[in-house]
């Protein structure tokens, strides 16, 4: 079955910059179609997508977001890295990697696999 | 970027009445050339990630019960639940794939 499963840092320091690592199982990221992305979710929010990364390594950012965030993948680890710049208090939040779903596979697609998140907290 | 609204903020129904949930995009998320509307319903239960309930505005993800259901078109969308359940009680969140991603405000479900 696929799996997902967030890690990296609880604290980080205002302009630090964020790197998180999802590690999953059940697929492979150089599979067609196939794509992992990260969603963030400010506590008591709504959640926000930031990126994604496709199996052919072609990446989508959000605009807002876009000159911050770098997404990579490693196929051999099964991991998938998103790494955030310039940390602010307001980036505080719990921090998902999903698995892109196969059927509604058109442009960003949906997310029907989620890690459990991580909760990064941004505090000097 | 697409904005998403929904309504109600929250609402509260009786076990075994119905729920209905709008969404609302700033643009039409209506792909002319396939004829599908980009638009997916998540569900999150307090401490638990989203769950995907619906995608292409109206098909329900293998394993999601059949009360669950979606409609809508173009920028106007409805995610009902015809007879509500104790553990429907979640937040509901709806997004759109038509240009990047985006997710609603969500709207939280709740007994009456």
């Known amino acids: 079955q696929i799996t997902l499963k967030e890690s990296g840092p609880t604290l980080v320091k205002p302009t630090q910059t964020l790197t998180l690592t999802c590690t999953f199982s059940?697929?492979?990221?150089?599979?067609?179609?196939?794509?992992v992305g990260w969603i963030r979710q400010p506590p008591g929010k709504a959640l926000e997508w930031l990126a994604l990364i496709y199996w052919n390594d072609d990446k989508r950012y959000s605009p807002s977001l876009k000159s911050r965030l770098t997404i990579t993948k490693d196929t051999s680890k099964n991991q998938v890295v998103l790494t955030m710049t310039n940390m602010d208090p307001v980036d505080t939040a719990t921090y998902y990697c999903?698995?892109?779903?196969?059927?509604?596979?058109?442009?960003?697609?949906?997310?029907?696999?989620w890690g459990q998140g991580t909760l990064v907290t941004v505090s000097s | 970027d697409i904005v998403m609204t929904q309504s109600p903020d929250s609402l509260a129904v009786s076990l075994g009445e119905r729920a209905t949930i709008n969404c609302k995009s700033s643009?039409?998320?209506?792909?002319?050339?396939?004829?599908?509307?980009?638009l997916a319903w998540y569900q999150q239960k307090p401490g638990q990630p989203p769950k995907l309930l619906i995608y292409w505005a109206s098909t329900r993800e293998s394993g999601v019960p059949d009360r669950f259901s979606g409609s809508g078109s173009g920028t106007d969308f409805t995610l009902t639940i015809s007879s509500l359940q104790a553990e429907d009680v979640a937040v509901y969140y709806c997004?759109?794939?038509?240009?990047?991603?985006?997710f609603g405000p969500g709207t939280k479900v709740d007994i009456k």
């Open positions: 059940g697929f492979s990221l150089s599979t067609s179609g196939v794509g």
């Open positions: 643009q039409s998320v209506l792909y002319s050339s396939n004829n599908k509307n980009y």
């Open positions: 997004q759109q794939y038509y240009s990047t991603a985006t």
């Open positions: 999903a698995h892109r779903q196969g059927i509604a596979a058109a442009g960003i697609g949906v997310f029907d696999y």
